[in-house]
């Protein structure tokens, strides 16, 4: 049984939030009426920020952007969409780099799930090369990061890195 959906997911970490992130939301709602940023609760990644914090950035952040929601998930993303009633996942392409690991999700997530599809958006390029795992190694070392991350996120992160 397809579902048909007005609405997409943007799963992610998002561990911080960036303007590669955001800009990835932003061409998502061109799509589709509604976007659900689905923060992920991956206990086998080592979260610089809480669950609690990622997802109140996020609002934050995502405030004045229509049709965009933002909550938090601990399961597959597939079992997730179902319970949304969603058939669309988002997932964000910033080099080639990423496509090897980003096909492989997709490959999986169709095998278990072949009902779900997963399409793939590009931040804008002056965005592609930014990850949440280099500007925290680099905003650790010193470095403004105000054209990475919205103003909010970055007095966060640097507030977190002073506390580590």
């Known amino acids: 049984m397809a ?10 970490s998002f561990d911080p939030v960036t303007f590669g992130h955001l800009d990835v939301i932003k061409r998502a709602t061109r799509i589709f009426p509604k976007v659900i940023v689905a923060v992920a609760n991956n206990t086998s990644k080592k979260a ?10 996020l609002k934050k952040v995502t405030g004045g952007l ?6 938090s998930f601990d399961s597959l993303v597939i079992d997730y969409a179902r319970l949304k009633k969603v058939n669309v996942l988002i997932r964000g392409l910033r080099m080639t780099s990423d496509f090897e690991y980003e096909f492989q999700i997709a490959l999986t997530n169709r095998r278990l799930a072949q009902d779900i599809e997963t399409v793939f958006l590009m931040p804008s390029e002056h965005h592609s090369f930014v990850s949440s795992s280099l500007l925290k190694e680099v905003a650790s070392l010193g470095a403004d990061i105000s054209s990475f991350v919205p103003k909010a996120v970055e007095a966060t992160l640097k507030k977190r890195l002073k506390q580590c």
């Open 3 to 12: 579902l048909k959906s007005q609405a997409a997911i943007y799963p992610g």
């Open 48 to 57: 610089l920020f809480s669950i609690e914090e990622r997802v109140a950035l």
């Open 66 to 71: 229509n049709g965009v929601t933002v909550e």
